[in-house]
């Protein structure tokens, strides 16, 4: 997270003076050194054994710790599920910016990153939070955390603490060195005590942990704990008595299921027999339908066939009808000498030639019907 600094005064460096030419005198307007914090950061609570957690501040929320003279513990950590630490986040709040020299009053300290400044020498010092985790108040499992203190001795409890809050927080560093009189200055320069320091390093940056402590004894003194486990006893057994009552219901439901099967299953039997039955008799009825239409094909053969033979014989009969109405009356007149005439309309016996050779004229009468 890259910083840049604007001193209050810059100096340039210079290259050394020719000695033919005389030197140049630079004047540079003394610093003011810082000497203490502000009073809200120095009310912090750091802790050296928990600088683990400065990649991930909200994995220390809701922590519970032990702390025995310098050591710190990490006990447990008591968070619900469903509702985490809330973090967030800064780029902007810059606590503390000041050059400070060894009378520091926290040279050294951890709310410092440690920052050793020796004699002679001057740090630039920015102090800045980047983030922060906490938990709001119905975010914390009192509950739980009374069931595991049940058992916890009073001189442990005193001891123990809980993790509301934490912060991460960067430290910006970077040294000067007083110069000689003889000394080359170059890069950053100020005057400060009546000395110049000047220095061409860049910022160091250091990560630190501050945390929201609470006692345990104080945590839980506002909370009834005993009030708490019995209402948890109890939900307990309601939820008890709601699971057995839960299964009895889902046991009549498995049964009710089951008969239903069951119903379901001789149902599915009745209609394998109907339609086994079905498909015989199917099977029959296609048989004669086969049979059926065999006998219609054939009957349709033999009506195709006797409409042919009708057609046939209607036609010869109108033929022969035709034939018949067309045949020729053949009328044989007989005349005598008297001149009497003699018809005969059979010529079976006696022809016309044999009449003529009897002497009788002949004569043949042709007449069509109509």
Same mark, same amino acid.
Not at 136 to 164: A, G, W
Not at 295 to 310: F, G, M, P, R, S
Not at 317 to 327: F, K, L, M, T, V
């Given at each position: 997270?890259? @910083?840049?600094?604007?001193?209050?005064?810059?100096?340039?460096?210079? &290259?050394?003076?020719?000695?033919?030419?005389?030197?140049?005198?630079?004047?540079?307007?003394?610093?003011?050194?810082?000497?203490?914090?502000?009073?809200?950061?120095?009310?912090?609570?750091?802790?050296?054994?928990? &600088?683990?957690?400065?990649?991930?501040?909200?994995?220390?929320?809701? &922590?519970?710790?032990?702390?025995?003279?310098?050591?710190?513990?990490?006990?447990?950590?008591?968070?619900?599920?469903?509702?985490?630490?809330?973090? =967030?986040?800064?780029?902007?709040?810059?606590?503390?910016?000041?050059?400070?020299? =060894?009378?520091?009053?926290?040279?050294?300290?951890?709310?410092?990153?440690?920052?050793?400044?020796?004699?002679?020498?001057?740090?630039?010092?920015?102090?800045?939070?980047?983030?922060?985790?906490?938990?709001?108040?119905?975010?914390?499992?009192?509950?739980?955390?009374?069931?595991?203190?049940?058992?916890?001795?009073?001189?442990?409890?005193?001891?123990?603490?809980?993790?509301?809050?934490?912060?991460?927080?960067?430290?910006?560093?970077?040294?000067?060195?007083?110069?000689?009189?003889?000394?080359?200055?170059?890069?950053?320069?100020? =005057?400060?005590?009546?000395?110049? @320091?000047?220095?061409?390093?860049?910022?160091?940056?250091?990560?630190?942990?501050?945390?929201?402590?609470?006692?345990?004894?104080?945590?839980?003194?506002?909370?009834?704990?005993?009030?708490?486990?019995?209402?948890?006893?109890?939900?307990?057994?309601?939820?008890?008595?709601?699971?057995?009552?839960?299964?009895?219901?889902?046991?009549?439901?498995?049964?009710?299921?089951?008969?239903?099967?069951?119903?379901?299953?001789?149902?599915?039997?009745?209609?394998?027999?109907?339609?086994?039955?079905?498909?015989?008799?199917?099977?029959?009825?296609?048989?004669?339908?086969?049979?059926?239409?065999?006998?219609?094909?054939?009957?349709?053969?033999?009506?195709?066939?006797?409409?042919?033979?009708?057609?046939?014989?209607?036609?010869?009969?109108?033929?022969?009808?035709?034939?018949?109405?067309?045949?020729?009356?053949?009328?044989?007149?007989?005349?005598?000498?008297?001149?009497?005439?003699?018809?005969?309309?059979?010529?079976?016996?006696?022809?016309?030639?044999?009449?003529?050779?009897?002497?009788?004229?002949?004569?043949?009468?042709?007449?069509?019907?109509?």
């Amino acid at each position: 997270m890259p @910083y840049r600094f604007i001193p209050l005064f810059i100096f340039c460096a210079f &290259a050394a003076a020719l000695s033919a030419q005389p030197s140049r005198k630079i004047k540079l307007n003394p610093v003011t050194l810082g000497f203490d914090l502000p009073q809200s950061y120095k009310e912090r609570t750091f802790i050296k054994g928990l &600088a683990g957690f400065v990649n991930n501040i909200d994995q220390l929320v809701g &922590a519970m710790i032990l702390i025995e003279d310098n050591k710190t513990s990490v006990l447990t950590r008591f968070v619900r599920q469903d509702k985490p630490p809330v973090v =967030s986040t800064s780029t902007s709040d810059v606590i503390y910016s000041a050059k400070i020299d =060894s009378k520091f009053k926290f040279n050294g300290a951890y709310c410092i990153a440690s920052t050793k400044v020796e004699k002679d020498n001057i740090y630039e010092l920015i102090i800045k939070d980047v983030a922060v985790a906490f938990l709001p108040e119905d975010y914390i499992p009192y509950l739980e955390i009374c069931k595991s203190s049940s058992n916890v001795p009073l001189e442990t409890k005193k001891k123990t603490y809980y993790i509301r809050s934490a912060k991460l927080t960067t430290v910006y560093t970077r040294a000067y060195q007083k110069a000689g009189a003889s000394s080359e200055i170059s890069g950053m320069a100020f =005057s400060a005590g009546g000395e110049v @320091y000047s220095s061409t390093d860049q910022f160091k940056v250091d990560y630190i942990v501050s945390v929201d402590l609470v006692g345990m004894e104080k945590l839980l003194s506002l909370q009834n704990c005993n009030q708490l486990l019995n209402s948890e006893e109890l939900a307990r057994r309601e939820k008890a008595e709601k699971a057995r009552f839960d299964a009895a219901r889902a046991e009549e439901e498995r049964r009710s299921k089951e008969n239903e099967l069951r119903e379901a299953k001789a149902q599915v039997e009745d209609l394998k027999k109907i339609l086994t039955h079905n498909i015989e008799r199917s099977e029959n009825l296609q048989q004669q339908l086969r049979e059926a239409q065999e006998h219609e094909k054939q009957a349709l053969a033999q009506l195709n066939q006797a409409i042919n033979q009708a057609e046939e014989l209607g036609s010869k009969a109108q033929r022969e009808q035709s034939d018949a109405e067309n045949r020729e009356i053949v009328i044989v007149t007989f005349k005598n000498k008297d001149g009497k005439a003699l018809e005969i309309k059979s010529l079976e016996e006696l022809s016309p030639e044999k009449l003529q050779e009897l002497g009788f004229d002949v004569e043949i009468l042709r007449e069509k019907r109509r």
